[in-house]
Structures are given as structure tokens and as C-alpha cells.
């Protein structure tokens, strides 16, 4: 058990409960202080635990008001086990409208944590070794954030493990998005101090998403995501209800889109002031310009035109147009009808 963080109420309670993840702290203005992130637990009846997980990165609100208007709507008769909900991780980031906290850490990137560190390594410390152990089910809900938009989308990772793939198909489906997305491990990062890999390495269910993003929400991004997360729950047996089915509901298939393909991410080449020239989900071919990097100080200096190298639908458009050199502007993503037919010709 962690030494450095402690839940205000007791999580094996049965019942609702409403309190903080408490983490001790010691600051410039209060040398005896915690830090206090809200948590909030469901618990009834027999059924598996799920943890929901909003704001791992500060500036993605789309989780952060699903799991905090799940936490408000949910009433204890619905659930069949226990939900335990986090809406923000990363509340000074999430305040400041930021990706990152105001130490510079990527919460994403921290895991499995340190209970002797700084806050955000305490606070992965205690999801790694206290939270997860105890949970069947992990979402963690995100988007572009500032600087990118998505088609907001239930995702994962290819991973390689056939057996971790099969489950983790199957929770990215119970969303029930018109689009799923599936991708690659992003180069040159340890793929365990990520929050789900952490997870999913002690064997939990674990499901992401990326539902929007440009730091600011839509009426549709947060329909969504709320439609898809209370459906998740219902298929993974933990909110009772039948779960909504495409078919049910009339709409035609989910389409899947693969950007694991590392030749459809497109990077600034320059620094400069970005425009997108193809909109999110619009159809691309090798070859067409998809943005164009604007140099504002030399009026007589033409753009630079940057240009798909893969056939493909735009899945990811910038949100934050200042770029510099080496930053991702655009992801152009392969397009199936199913996840039967990417296998067949994508492998
Ligand atoms: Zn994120």
C-alpha cells in the first residue's frame, strides 16, 4: 500500500462515496499540505469493478465531463458491482488548459509512478499499485487535446499478444462509435510509462479512446462519448441494461480506421503558423496537399506545401496552427469496413 497517498473513504465499502485520492504535499505558501484529487465510488450488488479515468492530459475535457456527468447521473440501483471514477487527473493542467502539469510532466508517461516524487509520480505510484490491482476494467478517456482533433473514436493499439488483442477488440467495439481507430506504439517511448500499458501489463481490461479534441467541446463530441461510455459499461456487465447495438439503433456498420502506418503521419517541416486544407474525414490521395505552413515574417515567401505520402482518409487534423519543425500536423489513415477486412489486406 502507498505510503504517500491515501482514498478519504473506504473503496471496499459497499455503497456511494464521494472524496479525494489524498497526497501529501509541501509547498512554498504551506509547509504541511495535501493535494486533494476527487474520487467518487459506486458499489452494489456482485459484478466487476471498473475504474473511469477523465484528464490523464490536461487539456482533453471530452473524459474529464463524461466521467464527471457519469458521476452525477449514476444512480447506485444501476450498478452491478463497482465504478470508480477519477473525472480529472491532472486538474492544475486541466485549469490552465495545458496538456502537461505545471512541473512539465506528461501524466502519460510517468507510470508506474514513484511514491517518493513529485505529485503526479505519487499519484501513478498509487493507480499502479493500489487502484489497478483492484479493478477488472480500466478506461481511460482522451482526445487531441490543444494542438490536435481526432475523429472522436474508441481506439487501441495493435499489440502483438493475439489473446490481449482479442479483448481489447472487443472493449473498443462496445463503445458503439461510428468509427473505431486502431494504431501503432508511438517510436521512441517506453510503451509501459503509459497509463493503459501499466494497466494492461497487470492483466486488466483496458479501454481508450480519442473523442475530439482542439481543447474545447462540441453537443456531438460529448454525445459521443457519453453514448459510448455508458454502453461500454452495460457490455462489460457492470451498469445494468441491455447494451445498444448498431444494428438496433438502424446505423450502418462501424467503419475502422488504421493509422499504423507510419508513413501517413505528417510532420512540419518548418516552423510557421499551420492551415489544414482537408477536413477531418475527407478522403485523400498519395500525392494531394493536405496543409499548408505559412511563414507570416516574409510576406514574399510562398507557404510551404505539405503533402500525403499514402491514400487514405484524414483521421487527425492539427488544432493548435502554430508548428514547429518535427511537430504532427495530420495523420491520413487507411479505411475497412470491418476489422476482418484490415486484417485480410493491411495484415
Ligand atoms: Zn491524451
Known amino acids: 500500500m502507498s505510503s504517500t497517498v491515501s482514498c478519504s473513504f473506504d473503496l471496499d465499502k459497499p455503497g456511494k462515496d464521494a472524496g479525494y485520492l489524498v497526497i501529501g504535499d509541501s509547498t512554498n505558501n504551506s509547509g504541511w499540505s495535501t493535494y486533494n484529487v476527487p474520487i467518487i465510488k459506486f458499489s452494489h450488488g456482485t459484478g466487476p469493478t471498473v475504474l473511469v479515468l477523465g484528464g490523464n492530459h490536461g487539456d482533453e475535457y471530452e473524459g474529464q465531463i463524461a466521467a464527471s456527468s457519469l458521476a452525477h447521473q449514476l444512480e447506485l440501483e444501476q450498478v452491478q458491482g463497482r465504478i470508480i471514477i477519477i473525472p480529472c487527473l491532472s486538474q492544475e493542467a486541466s485549469r490552465a488548459g495545458t496538456r502537461l502539469w505545471p512541473n512539465g510532466a506528461n501524466f502519460n508517461r510517468v507510470f508506474p509512478g514513484n511514491e517518493n516524487g513529485p505529485l503526479n ?168 496537399l493536405v496543409g499548408k505552413i505559412h511563414d507570416f515574417d516574409h510576406p514574399d515567401v510562398a507557404p510551404i506545401e505539405l503533402t500525403s505520402k499514402i491514400s487514405g482518409v484524414m483521421a487527425v487534423i492539427r488544432g493548435y496552427p502554430p508548428v514547429t519543425i518535427g511537430d504532427v500536423v495530420c495523420v491520413v489513415g487507411k479505411k475497412f469496413s470491418s476489422i476482418a477486412e484490415m486484417e485480410k489486406v493491411a495484415g
Open 121 to 288: 509520480d505519487k499519484l501513478a505510484h498509487y493507480l499502479s499499485n493500489d487502484l489497478f490491482p483492484i479493478c477488472d476494467g480500466v478506461l481511460d478517456m482522451h482526445s487531441g487535446g490543444r494542438s490536435m482533433y481526432f475523429i472522436p473514436s474508441s481506439n487501441m493499439v495493435w499489440v502483438s499478444d493475439p489473446a490481449q488483442r482479442v479483448k481489447m477488440i472487443k472493449n473498443m467495439l462496445a463503445w458503439n462509435t461510428d468509427v473505431h481507430m486502431i494504431g501503432g506504439e508511438q517510436a521512441s517511448t517506453n510503451p509501459y510509462a503509459l497509463l493503459n500499458r501499466d494497466a494492461e501489463r497487470q492483466g486488466k481490461s483496458v479501454s481508450t479512446g480519442e473523442f475530439g479534441g482542439s481543447g474545447y467541446t462540441t453537443p456531438e463530441s460529448i454525445k459521443i462519448i457519453k453514448d459510448g461510455l455508458r454502453n461500454f459499461l452495460k457490455v462489460f456487465g457492470v451498469l445494468k441494461g441491455t447494451p445498444d447495438t448498431r444494428e438496433g439503433l438502424g446505423l450502418k456498420p462501424a467503419e475502422i480506421v488504421d493509422f499504423r502506418d507510419p508513413s501517413g503521419f505528417i510532420s512540419a517541416t518548418h516552423a510557421g503558423i499551420y492551415e489544414n486544407c482537408v477536413p477531418l474525414g475527407g478522403e485523400v490521395k498519395a500525392g494531394d
